[in-house]
């Protein structure tokens, strides 16, 4: 009935009882329209009425479409808060609440992240040890170790007791962000206060190697034996992967040598290093003959040992190669990961097949979904090879439901393309992405804003122009002394 018109009024007459319904309830939406429903959501309301739509929300569901919309972050904590607000048989998990504070923190909007915290805690759920290294490694990552030192040693105050476990947590966090003298005067400090393991001098350990200062590394693991501590095959094996990261061929097969005379185990972690680190170096023939010979002693690669020989092959210019080795292990029973697929993708790029690489692409997906990485391997050769179009199609399909959304590299690798042919659509697509990244939580250099902006300008778009510093302006985005 039309909702303008005059209803109706029944008086006399008793309303005929319903026919049995013949019409089948309505299909669950599957998780890719869901997730697009959610990312074309212009506002609250329309977001709201969306989740509505959909009757039956569980935990798992709402993590899956957290990591589907991180690189999102805005839309993705807008749809946390909106399913937390107005979804009455919901209740958000303590691993939703762990996705938020991720993405909050990744935004460097701080005062969002300490306000899931409290709202964590005040429901129970938290924070957990997990909780504060996953907020220690975003304040890390954004240049403020000493911030995550001090929020580490404040977790009590949240109701999170420090331990041996959360501190070792934080060693890594900072070694793998290459502070390892950092992490190192922290270890001296309260080794004696969280009764530090062998976890933690591998961990130290690891850190120098990371920097390749194997010889740091190795005074780490004499420490480690005066202390009482006995060390580990991954003690050994994070020396071993240490010298090859270093560049130390020689002494790195030495070492190994040494492990198998003192007859320290050897397991697959170490052949793996052995065959990477040969490959890397470009001696291929090695790579493959320490592969063999693991075969020989009883140790069966894993698919990361086969990740390692493909990528010595492509790494040499023998794709080809490399695919007869990604055959052999299919006809094996292993399954390749997304780490397998990205090293072939790459190859190939690599020798200007990119429509082979797109096939692997699609492949990909028969295993594993393919990962940000893959994408942006594709778009930047695709680039590199003047395709933009292909590029661009590419990255549609990154937007268009595929399991990850386009990250800040990917709108470099795209925005610095759109400058080559130097021609007006580009650089209005250009503007296009600048606003799309901005609107999705990324803040580009100082350099590219400029470059966009100067581009614009050149090429008579000066209203786009200035539409860009209206709205970048409203987002606090702008750098301080631009000026237009």
Not at 105 to 117: F, G, I, S
Not at 342 to 357: F, P, Q, S, Y
Not at 436 to 460: I, W, Y
Request: glycine share 6%; with cysteine.
């Amino acid at each position: 009935m039309n909702q303008s018109s005059k209803p109706f009024k029944l008086t006399n007459f008793k309303t005929p009882p319903k026919p049995p319904s013949t019409t089948s309830p309505q299909p669950p939406l599957d998780l890719t329209t869901i997730t697009n429903l959610i990312l074309k959501a212009e506002n609250q309301d329309s977001l709201t009425q969306t989740l509505h739509s959909i009757s039956e929300w569980t935990p798992h569901l709402v993590q899956t479409i957290l990591k589907r919309i991180w690189n999102h972050g805005p839309k993705a904590l807008l749809f946390f808060d909106a399913l937390d607000m107005n979804h009455r048989s919901y209740r958000h998990s303590a691993a939703a609440f762990d996705h938020a504070i991720d993405i909050a923190a990744r935004l460097q909007d701080y005062k969002a992240t300490w306000t899931l915290v409290s709202k964590m805690r005040s429901r129970k759920l938290g924070p957990t040890p997990k909780t504060f290294a996953i907020i220690t490694e975003r304040y890390v990552s954004a240049g403020k170790a000493d911030k995550a030192v001090k929020i580490f040693l404040s977790m009590h105050e949240h109701g999170c007791q420090q331990d041996l476990h959360s501190f070792n947590t934080l060693l890594d966090i900072l070694c793998k962000s290459k502070r390892a003298e950092m992490a190192y005067k922290l270890f001296k400090i309260f080794r004696g206060r969280f009764r530090a393991d062998v976890i933690s001098y591998n961990i130290i350990a690891n850190g120098f190697c990371l920097k390749k200062q194997t010889p740091r590394a190795m005074e780490v693991m004499r420490e480690l034996v005066d202390r009482g501590l006995e060390p580990t095959l991954t003690t050994y094996n994070i020396l071993l992967k240490g010298f090859f990261r270093g560049g130390q061929i020689r002494e790195g097969w030495e070492f190994f040598l040494e492990m198998k005379k003192r007859k320290i185990e050897i397991d697959v972690v170490s052949y793996t290093t052995l065959v990477h680190g040969f490959g890397i170096a470009g001696e291929v023939e090695k790579s493959r003959k320490v592969f063999d010979e693991m075969i020989g002693a009883g140790v069966l690669p894993s698919v990361a040992t086969y990740n390692a020989l493909i990528q010595s092959l492509c790494k040499k210019d023998c794709v080809e190669n490399a695919l007869l080795v990604f055959d052999e292990m299919l006809k094996k029973g292993y399954v390749p990961n997304a780490t397998t697929y990205n090293v072939i993708i790459r190859g190939l790029c690599h020798a200007e097949k990119l429509d082979t690489a797109i096939e692997y692409m699609d492949k990909m997906r028969q295993d594993c979904e393919p990962v940000i990485q893959t994408f942006n391997v594709v778009i930047r050769y695709c680039c590199d090879g003047g395709e933009i179009e292909k590029a661009l199609e590419v990255f549609e399909k990154m937007n268009g439901g595929e399991n990850c959304l386009p990250n800040l590299d990917t709108y470099n690798i795209l925005i610095g393309a759109m400058f080559v042919r130097k021609n007006a659509d580009d650089l209005l697509t250009a503007g296009k992405l600048l606003v799309e990244m901005v609107d999705r939580g990324f803040l580009p250099r100082k350099f590219t804003f400029n470059r966009v902006l100067n581009g614009l300008m050149l090429t008579g778009n000066q209203g786009f122009a200035k539409e860009i510093l209206r709205v970048q302006s409203k987002c606090g985005r702008l750098p301080r002394n631009f000026r237009l």
